[in-house]
């Protein structure tokens, strides 16, 4: 009995002297990481970005004046005080910062030519100012790059609503043909054929058990990034915490029309997100020589849903022309003007709509839709603009 007893207890002892071993082992390589990372000018970030906390788990949680605020019916959807729906937050600094690399290196694409901001460009609202984007092999996208600000509020994603996680949604773009053009397995060897990735990847996710990165690691890492746009401290969020000098008698006038029941603007672009999240039937023209696009009604075979897109949100509108998911109307003026010359009046008779109710004649005169565009400019807000990096771990 004894000797069971020794046997177990010597058991014990191995396999914590095997662990402490290995945990010596993974500490020695992530040093060894560090100190090449460091070696060649690239160091992870240990500091969240602004507009998060670090905890002691070394995650970053957001926070802003809208954690003050609650919603008696659903967070999100009210007035100028009210709470905002559930973020995706939680990543460390080094997940975020790695997602940065990832998202400006060409690496990312077959050829090394497109990189996810080459489509959603800080300078732009995270987008890029065009009808439709430039993929590989000079291909053209078909819907308009949307702004990636505030996605980590977003249940629903992409122009169709058709993913749910940014995860999901990034694998569109990586391995559209007429996007990045790429596939899981050339992006995995492209990546871990890069010396400096590797080591960036470890510190990045300390706990990794393979040196090799793993496709998930890159979602990850991207989504991370991605969840770090955060854009709440524009003039409208000053005036909406109680500043009221932020907004001129102009901007106010066209606050009160937008939220009125005459324009019903605030019906799906509702404060704080300046979205509801769901889908609309509005009855959006295709630009000359372009089919129509069916949208929601494909991913959710449903006829009712015919032309039906996800309601953007309105943040940094201003920065992100041309609007609307094919970028048909170049200016806030004239966007506003569709809306309210009524439903459905710019699609052929021959194209089965069920438009939403809240789209009907409004027929704003000019002097309020000035005032509406002088509103929305005031949804501008680049003061958390993250850093471009100067050079890539890739080196193109």
């Not at 095997?18 to 500490?27: D, R």
């Not at 507009?51 to 100028?80: I, T």
């Not at 053209?140 to 249940?155: G, I």
């Amino acid at each position: 009995m004894k000797k069971t007893i020794y046997l177990f207890l010597f058991s014990v002892f191995l396999f914590a002297c095997s662990s402490e071993q290995n945990e010596l082992k993974q500490e020695y390589t992530n040093k060894q990481n560090l100190e090449t990372s460091v070696e060649k000018g690239f160091l992870l970030s240990t500091n969240c970005p602004p507009g998060f906390e670090r905890n002691e788990n070394n995650q970053c949680v957001h926070r802003s004046m809208y954690n003050m605020y609650d919603s008696p019916n659903n967070a999100g959807v009210g007035g100028l005080q009210t709470g905002l729906p559930e973020i995706r937050d939680g990543f460390s600094p080094q997940q975020i910062d790695l997602g940065r690399y990832l998202f400006f290196d060409p690496a990312l694409s077959k050829d090394g030519s497109v990189s996810c901001a080459s489509c959603h460009q800080p300078n732009k609202g995270f987008a890029d100012g065009k009808a439709f984007s430039d993929g590989v092999d000079g291909l053209k996208t078909t819907r308009s790059a949307p702004s990636l600000w505030n996605v980590a509020f977003l249940k629903r994603l992409k122009w169709d609503a058709s993913t749910a996680s940014l995860e999901e949604q990034m694998k569109g773009p990586l391995y559209a043909e007429n996007e990045m053009g790429n596939t899981p397995e050339n992006l995995l060897k492209t990546l871990n054929d890069i010396d400096l990735y590797q080591k960036l990847f470890q510190e990045a996710f300390p706990k990794k058990k393979e040196e090799n990165i793993l496709e998930n690691e890159i979602y990850t890492a991207i989504a991370a990034f991605q969840s770090s746009l955060i854009s709440l401290n524009s003039k409208y969020d000053q005036y909406a915490h109680g500043n009221h000098d932020a907004l001129s008698e102009q901007e106010i006038k066209g606050m009160n029309v937008f939220r009125s029941f005459v324009a019903r603007c605030a019906e799906c672009h509702t404060p704080p997100l300046f979205t509801n999240q769901q889908i609309a039937v509005i009855g959006t023209p295709e630009p000359a020589g372009n089919p129509f696009d069916k949208g929601a009604a494909i991913p959710r075979k449903d006829s009712s849903l015919n032309g039906g897109f996800k309601v953007p949100s309105l943040r940094n509108i201003a920065l992100t022309a041309p609007y609307n998911h094919s970028g048909k109307f170049a200016t806030l003026e004239e966007t506003t003007r569709f809306y309210t010359q009524g439903r459905a009046h710019a699609v052929p008779d021959s194209i089965n709509l069920i438009v939403h109710w809240h789209i009907w004649e409004p027929e704003l005169p000019e002097y309020e839709i000035e005032q509406i565009t002088a509103f929305l400019k005031t949804l501008t807000d680049e003061s958390f603009k993250p850093k471009v990096p100067e050079k890539n771990p890739s080196g193109l």
